[in-house]
């Protein structure tokens, strides 16, 4: 097949996966700021670390809203859903998405390109509200429930109108593996930056956030239907290490190196290609090890050599199987590990 249009079905698919997680993240703080409301501001800022932008987003607003013009909650939301010098925000993404199907219509079905094209003006609309009253929109809590179910249904559509042949596979390659990226992220946020005082581990207000970790994740239900009560060690291993649950990042690296196999026509544990063997290599270690070990080398270690070897699977991917365009590496780029 073209390698444009790998690289379409790839990129398009990740955009959209990164938009949608990041409408999770600022719909769980939504339900934390009244769960455990901070008058300060501060548990906006996780978010954008998360993100990985820190550097662009104290650029333009900086870190305390002492030092901005409105508050940290505006800067933080305006900067992650609408903010086009943001190639992270998630208007940034389904303009790329929507770019990147626009390309490839002749290979996705109508029914794809409805919906990507719907997700995007659904999102084009709010910011256009916003720019004359952003807290309109900003206090609506249903645009989040909203954008997921965009996603969701442009994954449902996917699965069930397009041939699920390479093209497909790339497609889902991408969206696997922005799924374990941002799972990662979200993971060592809570873990390393939001609550860093040993004293207040298993306090109510350490259960409230691993409770918003679950719900980032869609994951509260599965989760106590295995555990029952919150606690730090069963979540992290729930998102880690989980192998039945799709939003685990050992779940999530299971299926993007099962379409990449597809991809290749190599037998997982075969590989000629380097793509596949970094694949593999992270895959093991998600088997191959348990909660135990990875808290007593320390968690934010762990998510940390996580990142980077996501990082490195996808520039491979972009190396090996497509020609790369700048605004992709760009947009890679920014996704890299700090």
Same mark, same amino acid.
């Given at each position: 097949?073209?390698?444009?249009?790998?690289?379409?079905?790839?990129?398009?698919?990740?955009?959209?996966?990164?938009?949608?997680?990041?409408?999770?993240?600022?719909?769980?703080?939504?339900?934390?700021?009244?769960?455990?409301?901070?008058?300060?501001?501060?548990?906006?800022?996780?978010?954008?670390?998360?993100?990985?932008?820190?550097?662009?987003?104290?650029?333009?607003?900086?870190?305390?809203?002492?030092?901005?013009? %409105?508050?940290? @909650?505006?800067?933080?939301?305006?900067?992650?859903?609408?903010?086009?010098?943001?190639? &992270?925000?998630?208007?940034?993404?389904?303009?790329?998405?929507?770019?990147?199907?626009?390309?490839?219509?002749? *290979?996705?079905?109508?029914?794809?390109?409805?919906?990507?094209?719907?997700?995007?003006?659904?999102?084009?609309?709010?910011?256009?509200?916003?720019?004359?009253?952003?807290?309109?929109?900003?206090?609506?809590?249903?645009?989040?429930?909203?954008?997921?179910?965009?996603?969701?249904?442009?994954?449902? *559509?996917?699965?069930?109108?397009?041939?699920?042949?390479?093209?497909?596979?790339?497609?889902?390659?991408?969206?696997?593996?922005?799924?374990?990226?941002?799972?990662?992220?979200?993971?060592?946020?809570?873990?390393?930056?939001?609550?860093?005082?040993?004293?207040?581990?298993?306090?109510?207000?350490? &259960?409230?956030?691993?409770?918003? *970790?679950? @719900?980032?994740?869609?994951?509260?239900?599965?989760?106590? @239907?295995?555990?029952?009560?919150?606690?730090?060690?069963?979540?992290?291993?729930?998102?880690?290490?989980?192998?039945?649950?799709?939003?685990? %990042?050992?779940?999530?690296?299971?299926?993007?190196?099962?379409?990449?196999?597809?991809?290749?026509?190599?037998?997982?544990?075969?590989?000629?290609?380097?793509?596949? @063997?970094?694949?593999?290599?992270?895959?093991?270690?998600?088997?191959?090890?348990?909660?135990?070990?990875?808290?007593?080398?320390?968690?934010?270690?762990?998510?940390?050599?996580?990142?980077?070897?996501? &990082?490195?699977?996808?520039?491979? %991917?972009?190396?090996?199987?497509?020609?790369?365009?700048?605004?992709?590496?760009?947009?890679?780029?920014?996704?890299?590990? &700090?």
């Amino acid at each position: 097949m073209l390698s444009r249009v790998a690289d379409s079905m790839y990129w398009m698919c990740r955009y959209i996966e990164r938009a949608e997680n990041t409408a999770r993240f600022i719909a769980v703080n939504f339900i934390l700021a009244l769960d455990a409301p901070d008058p300060n501001g501060a548990q906006w800022m996780p978010l954008v670390m998360a993100s990985g932008d820190n550097a662009l987003f104290e650029k333009k607003y900086g870190t305390t809203s002492a030092s901005a013009d %409105i508050p940290t @909650k505006e800067n933080v939301m305006n900067f992650l859903m609408f903010d086009t010098d943001n190639p &992270n925000s998630i208007l940034s993404c389904l303009t790329a998405a929507r770019e990147n199907a626009r390309s490839i219509r002749e *290979v996705i079905s109508s029914e794809m390109w409805e919906q990507v094209n719907k997700f995007y003006l659904f999102v084009r609309n709010l910011a256009t509200q916003a720019r004359t009253d952003f807290q309109l929109v900003a206090n609506r809590f249903e645009i989040f429930t909203q954008m997921k179910l965009s996603a969701h249904l442009f994954e449902g *559509v996917m699965a069930a109108t397009m041939s699920h042949n390479e093209a497909w596979h790339f497609g889902r390659l991408g969206r696997f593996l922005e799924r374990a990226d941002k799972t990662s992220r979200i993971l060592d946020v809570k873990y390393f930056i939001l609550l860093p005082d040993i004293a207040d581990v298993g306090s109510s207000l350490d &259960n409230i956030q691993w409770a918003a *970790v679950l @719900k980032s994740a869609s994951a509260l239900e599965m989760y106590r @239907k295995i555990y029952h009560r919150i606690d730090h060690v069963h979540v992290a291993n729930f998102l880690l290490l989980d192998d039945v649950f799709p939003r685990s %990042i050992r779940y999530a690296v299971s299926r993007a190196q099962r379409s990449l196999s597809s991809i290749t026509g190599n037998p997982i544990g075969r590989f000629d290609t380097q793509p596949e @063997k970094l694949i593999g290599k992270l895959h093991s270690d998600l088997e191959f090890t348990d909660i135990k070990e990875i808290f007593a080398t320390g968690l934010h270690e762990f998510l940390d050599d996580v990142q980077i070897k996501l &990082n490195d699977i996808g520039a491979s %991917i972009v190396e090996t199987f497509f020609a790369l365009r700048s605004g992709e590496m760009m947009q890679f780029q920014s996704q890299s590990q &700090n």
